[in-house]
């Protein structure tokens, strides 16, 4: 392909072809056809996520919410416990 050809298209002037879309791919071949033919995905298939790391990754993040939830409620309980101690103090009084 020659360069202005590959301008016009750079530019928006003239549409991709298949060609093209093609001599990329081959030229290029980490380069995502999804990405290049449709703008979606990572651009690089090693940019790509893992299905199996992105379910790691989501259940890491549910644990760390989990143990924030139970730190707090703790936190909670440890105060109400304080009150009801104060309050049996003032009973017994």
């Keep these: 392909m020659n360069q202005p050809t590959l301008d016009r298209?750079?530019?928006?002037?003239n549409a991709l072809n298949l060609?093209?879309?093609?001599?990329i791919l081959q030229s290029f071949p980490d380069v995502s056809?999804?990405?290049?033919?449709?703008?979606?995905?990572p651009m690089l298939h090693s940019l790509a996520v893992n299905p199996d790391v992105e379910k790691l990754n989501t259940l890491v993040?549910?644990?760390?919410t989990l143990q924030e939830t139970?730190?707090?409620?703790?936190?909670t309980?440890?105060?109400l416990k304080?009150?009801?101690t104060q309050?049996?103090?003032k009973l017994n009084k």
């Design 9 to 13: 298209m750079l530019k928006g002037i």
């Design 19 to 23: 060609n093209c879309v093609s001599s």
């Design 33 to 41: 056809a999804e990405w290049l033919m449709r703008g979606e995905g």
């Design 61 to 64: 993040d549910t644990i760390t």
């Design 70 to 75: 139970i730190k707090a409620k703790s936190e």
């Design 77 to 79: 309980i440890a105060m």
């Design 82 to 84: 304080d009150r009801i």
């Design 87 to 89: 309050l049996e103090n």
